[in-house]
């Protein structure tokens, strides 16, 4: 069973990069750039690891934290 990764960032080259070494690591990787995105995607993905940003777009970091939590 592939482990499934969430990458919450708005800077696109960080976000592929990591999306990159993620998936050669067999891992599935979602990748959304906002936080009011992240938590959308959290439902529905339900991944086992989110790599999160502190500052987001929307709703900070800290809040889509908190809501996941």
Known sequence: MKG???VVDDDLALSEMLS???RQ???EV???AD???AVGA???TR???VLLD???PGLDGMEVCRRIR
């Open 4 to 6: 499934r990764v969430l």
């Open 54 to 56: 502190v500052m987001l």
């Open 47 to 49: 991944p086992d690891l």
């Open 30 to 32: 979602s990748h959304v």
């Open 20 to 22: 990159i070494v993620l």
């Open 35 to 37: 936080g009011g995105a």
């Open 25 to 27: 690591e067999g891992l």
């Open 42 to 44: 959290f439902r529905d």
